[in-house]
Structures are given as C-alpha cells and as structure tokens.
C-alpha cells in the first residue's frame, strides 16, 4: 500500500511545527504487525496560546472520545463512522477557535504497532475501572457496615442509590470508549452489580416496613420528599436547627428553606416545627423525635442519640438526662449570637450535628459490640 492511499481526508492547512512531510511519514502504511481489517483514525491539531480555556476544552473532549495520545498532539482512535465525525467535529470546534486540526485515515503509524496501540486503550480504559471500581467497593462497604450497626435507614439508602447512580454513568462512559474490551472491565461490572444487589435488598425490605408503617400512618417515604420546599420560624433554635440538619441529611438531598413568621404559609411549602404542621411537637416529642419516628428514623442508634440531646434542651424536663445537653446548648445559643443569618446558622449548625452522629454512631456501634461479646462470655 503506498503512503498516498493512507490519508483520506484532505490536508488543507499545515502547521508551523507539523508540515505534510511529517504527518506523511508519521502515517505510512506499514503492515508490519498489523490485525486483519483494523484501520486507524488520527487527529493532529496545534493549538493558540490564547484562549487558555481552548487547550483545556480539546483535552476534556479528546479524554471523553477516549481517544489515546501517540505523539505531542496526536490522538489516534479505531476507526468507524462515529470516531470520525467526533474528530470531524473536534477539528471543527478547534479550527473555530483559531487553531489548526487535520484528521487523517490510516491502515497503520509508524513507530506503533497495532497490539501497541491497542495496548495504550486498554491502559486507559483499565484505570477507569480501577477508579470505579475502587469506589463501589467503598460504598459496598458503607452499605455493609451500616447495615451491621443498624444505620441503613431508606434516607441513607437513597443518598447510596443517588451515589450509585453517579457511578454508573461513569462505569458506562468508561465502557462506551473500551474499544479493546480491557481486561479489568468484567470486575468493575461485578463491583456495580454487587452495589445495586444489597440496594435493591434493603430498598426492598425498607419499603416493606413504610408500607406497613403507612397502614398505620406512622411511617413516610423519604423518597417522596426529594426537592422540596420546607418552611419554619425564623431566629432557628435547637429543634428547628437539628431538624433542618435531619432533613439534609436524611429526608431530602435537594431542599431549599424559608422561614416566615406563624401563621405564614407557602404555596407548597412543607412546615415544620410550626403550630398547626404535621411536623411539629405531638405529646411529649419535640419536631425532631416527631420527624425521627415519621420517616422511620428511630431505629438508626446515632439519631436516637442526638433526638434525645435536643429533647432534653428544648423541653427542659431532663427526661433523658444526657450529659451532652448543656455543651450542644451553649454551642447553638452562640451560633445565634454570632450569626443572624438563619441559612448561614443551618450551614454552620450542620456541621456540629455531623461530627456528634459520627461520635454517637461510633459509640453506640462499641457498646452494642461488648454487649455482644458479653452475652457470648455469659453462654
């Protein structure tokens, strides 16, 4: 095959740096080494200083095409009717920009063989996996461990299916540019569907307990209240702070907050700890152990904890008696004397509310663990 069939696009515009000898010898259609019917596409471009924003733009498109770098500002993929209108494109995009592109059709590149440069994709591909991979088995060990403590309530679930989900569309990203099949893609698959098992699980077995706890009207769905409007009294407090933290953290992903005087609505808004509001004190609950048990919270040992710290300051009636009450309520009242701004109050507030569920969480996972080991001693 002569050097002339190889390129089958036209080359117009030649570079400073890259003239036609160049791109003529980088091209040539050597056999040598070369898989049955395998053919190439090749991008060369060269780029302005400026617009700095053009080089970043032209890396991320050549990384999301999964192209592969041979040489400076050469990127060569398989070639097929889509990889060549995405650098028909690319080239498009970058000529536009005031730089200069050329796309060429080769049989093969000297100073590559084919297994080289099918070696170089599965490379790339394959740190993908490991990536995504190493994230999923993250979260199926977060799935695990909170399922072992008692923590996987359907709030955390769906934040784990949303998490999930985000991996997933990596995962098919990575896959839809393994052009090569490489080799660690079976097991980053086998990581995703081992996820979405124990999800579906506890979905499943979570959305048995709402449903029985909905025939008792005891128990909502947090899944239903995703991006919602939530309205409560402004100068927030201990039980409308530690709600408002609740309800990021477990109930809504997505929520915005109002705050408006009682006897205010609105339109669409879901109020809290606010006369008249489903969510509000009954008997001797505050808001928070109210939301607690609505959503089907209680069981999670962390939030058990904490309902009763924001019981004790905001009832005053010691009724829990935890210790932890008095430096939680020195520590919210001085974020009212420091910030006015009752979003900024949330923000800060969230934070505090974190870091005492991670503590109480790890507690209690102890102190369940030496009960364990006790009653084992005992038998």
Same mark, same amino acid.
């Given at each position: 095959?002569?050097?002339?069939?190889?390129?089958?696009?036209?080359?117009?515009?030649?570079?400073?740096?890259? #003239?036609?000898?160049?791109?003529?010898?980088?091209?040539?259609?050597?056999?040598?080494?070369?898989?049955?019917?395998?053919?190439?596409?090749?991008?060369? +471009?060269?780029?302005?200083?400026?617009?700095?924003?053009?080089?970043?733009?032209?890396?991320?498109?050549?990384?999301?095409? !999964? $192209?592969?770098?041979?040489?400076?500002?050469?990127?060569?993929?398989?070639?097929?009717?889509?990889?060549?209108?995405?650098?028909?494109?690319?080239?498009?995009?970058?000529?536009?920009?005031?730089?200069?592109?050329?796309?060429?059709?080769?049989?093969?590149?000297? %100073?590559?063989?084919?297994?080289?440069?099918?070696?170089?994709?599965?490379?790339?591909?394959?740190? /993908?996996?490991?990536?995504?991979?190493?994230?999923? /088995? !993250?979260?199926?060990?977060?799935?695990?461990?909170?399922?072992?403590?008692?923590?996987?309530?359907? %709030?955390?679930?769906? +934040?784990?299916?949303?998490?999930?989900?985000?991996?997933?569309?990596?995962?098919?990203?990575?896959?839809?540019?393994?052009?090569?099949?490489?080799?660690?893609?079976?097991?980053?698959?086998?990581?995703?569907?081992?996820?979405?098992?124990?999800?579906?699980?506890?979905?499943?077995?979570?959305?048995?307990?709402?449903?029985?706890?909905?025939?008792? @009207? =005891? #128990?909502?769905?947090?899944?239903?209240?995703? %991006?919602?409007?939530?309205?409560?009294?402004?100068?927030?407090?201990?039980?409308?702070?530690?709600?408002?933290?609740?309800?990021?953290?477990?109930? /809504? $992903?997505?929520?915005?907050?109002?705050?408006?005087?009682? !006897?205010?609505?609105?339109?669409? @808004?879901?109020?809290?700890?606010?006369? @008249?509001?489903?969510?509000?004190?009954?008997?001797?609950?505050?808001?928070?152990? =109210?939301?607690?048990?609505?959503?089907?919270?209680? %069981?999670?040992?962390?939030?058990?904890?904490? $309902?009763?710290?924001?019981?004790?300051?905001?009832?005053?009636?010691?009724?829990?008696?935890?210790?932890?009450?008095?430096?939680?309520? $020195?520590?919210?009242?001085?974020?009212?004397?420091?910030?006015?701004? /009752?979003?900024?109050?949330?923000?800060?507030?969230?934070?505090?509310?974190?870091?005492?569920?991670?503590?109480?969480?790890?507690?209690?996972?102890?102190?369940?663990?030496?009960?364990?080991?006790?009653?084992?001693?005992?038998?």
């Amino acid at each position: 095959m002569s050097t002339h069939n190889i390129i089958e696009v036209p080359v117009t515009n030649l570079f400073v740096k890259v #003239t036609i000898v160049t791109i003529l010898h980088i091209v040539t259609s050597i056999m040598k080494h070369k898989l049955p019917n395998q053919e190439w596409i090749l991008l060369i +471009h060269q780029l302005p200083p400026k617009p700095t924003s053009l080089r970043v733009r032209t890396w991320r498109k050549l990384q999301k095409l !999964g $192209a592969t770098a041979i040489k400076n500002s050469v990127y060569v993929l398989p070639f097929n009717e889509k990889t060549n209108e995405d650098f028909q494109w690319l080239k498009q995009e970058i000529e536009s920009s005031g730089g200069e592109a050329t796309v060429f059709r080769a049989g093969s590149v000297e %100073g590559k063989t084919d297994d080289e440069i099918i070696a170089a994709f599965r490379q790339q591909r394959d740190e /993908d996996y490991t990536r995504v991979r190493a994230e999923l /088995d !993250g979260l199926f060990g977060a799935i695990r461990e909170q399922k072992r403590g008692g923590h996987l309530s359907l %709030g955390r679930v769906n +934040h784990h299916e949303a998490e999930l989900d985000k991996l997933h569309t990596e995962l098919e990203s990575a896959i839809a540019t393994d052009f090569f099949e490489a080799g660690k893609r079976s097991a980053a698959i086998a990581a995703y569907k081992r996820c979405q098992k124990a999800l579906h699980t506890e979905q499943n077995r979570l959305d048995v307990n709402t449903k029985l706890g909905d025939a008792h @009207g =005891t #128990t909502l769905n947090p899944a239903e209240y995703q %991006g919602r409007h939530w309205v409560t009294r402004p100068n927030l407090h201990i039980d409308r702070l530690a709600s408002a933290w609740l309800i990021k953290r477990f109930i /809504d $992903a997505r929520p915005r907050f109002s705050f408006v005087a009682d !006897g205010e609505t609105v339109e669409g @808004g879901i109020p809290f700890d606010m006369f @008249g509001a489903e969510f509000t004190h009954h008997g001797e609950d505050c808001t928070f152990e =109210t939301m607690l048990k609505r959503f089907g919270l209680s %069981g999670d040992r962390g939030l058990a904890e904490i $309902a009763e710290i924001v019981h004790d300051i905001d009832l005053k009636d010691n009724k829990f008696n935890r210790h932890e009450a008095v430096g939680l309520n $020195a520590i919210v009242r001085g974020l009212g004397e420091l910030l006015k701004d /009752d979003r900024k109050r949330i923000q800060q507030a969230n934070v505090v509310f974190d870091s005492l569920y991670a503590l109480l969480s790890k507690e209690g996972a102890i102190t369940e663990k030496k009960k364990k080991s006790a009653l084992r001693r005992k038998r």
